[in-house]
């Protein structure tokens, strides 16, 4: 069965803290998701990538397809990053069929 | 305006009701999807669809009907409600990829919904 495996499952951080949420998968996979859902329940996508790596901002996402492994990181942390990070591989086929990994609940304190 | 919409927000029901939650966007994307988010589970897929009366089964499809007769509505209805489909539920959409599959998924609020 394909799964998406992440830690740590609960992260406490000070504000201005580099921050590092691991995700591991079982099988090669077309796609690798990184997803933030805010306290309030809305969902947005972060980033989107099959090799290397992206930054947007101050959020870097990283992937190694031979150790099915990918970081997310967040420098400089701040308060406002407080939220749940879920990773989402897609192992291919037309349909998009993303399995999700149970999301690691960030909190940043001032 | 423009985006994914879901309704409605809330919704409580008694068990054996039939429920119908709505998604409609306006993007225009081929891809829609219909996902539950519950305690101790990631999102899962419930149905998704490709296309205008093209629709598939995921990963949890038992005791819910989907039907994609517009590009841009996906309502999921559950035929007779159960307490253990108490849930948020997710609607996202996705263009396809120029080299085939699907891209970023873009969620819509979620709609809460519980079952008595």
């Known amino acids: 069965k394909n799964e998406v495996e992440q830690s740590p499952q609960n992260l406490t951080a000070q504000e201005g803290e580099f921050i590092t949420i691991n995700c591991s998968y079982s099988v090669g996979i077309s796609a690798l998701h990184w997803l933030q859902q805010h306290p309030g329940g809305g969902i947005v996508s972060l980033f989107m990538l099959s090799s290397g790596k992206k930054k947007h901002g101050r959020l870097i996402a990283t992937i190694n397809i031979q150790e099915k492994h990918s970081s997310l990181h967040i420098t400089a942390s701040h308060p406002r990053d407080s939220a749940v990070y879920i990773c989402a591989a897609d192992y291919g086929g037309s349909q998009g069929n993303l399995i999700f990994g149970k999301g690691t609940k960030l909190s940043v304190k001032p | 305006d423009a985006g994914i919409t879901q309704s409605p927000r809330y919704k409580i029901t008694e068990t054996g009701r039939q429920v119908t939650l709505m998604c409609h966007q306006t993007w225009s994307h081929s891809y829609m999807f219909w996902y539950r988010q519950d305690l101790g589970h990631g999102l899962r897929l419930i149905y998704y669809s490709a296309a205008a009366d093209i629709t598939d089964k995921g990963e949890v499809p038992d005791g819910y009907v989907v039907s994609r007769s517009k590009t841009e509505n996906f309502p999921l209805t559950l035929e007779s409600a159960t307490r253990s489909q108490t849930s948020v539920y997710f609607c996202?959409?996705?263009?396809?990829?120029?080299?085939?599959?699907?891209?970023?998924?873009?969620f819509g609020p979620g709609t809460r919904l519980t079952v008595l």
């Open positions: 996202a959409s996705s263009p396809t990829r120029t080299s085939g599959g699907t891209d970023t998924q873009y």
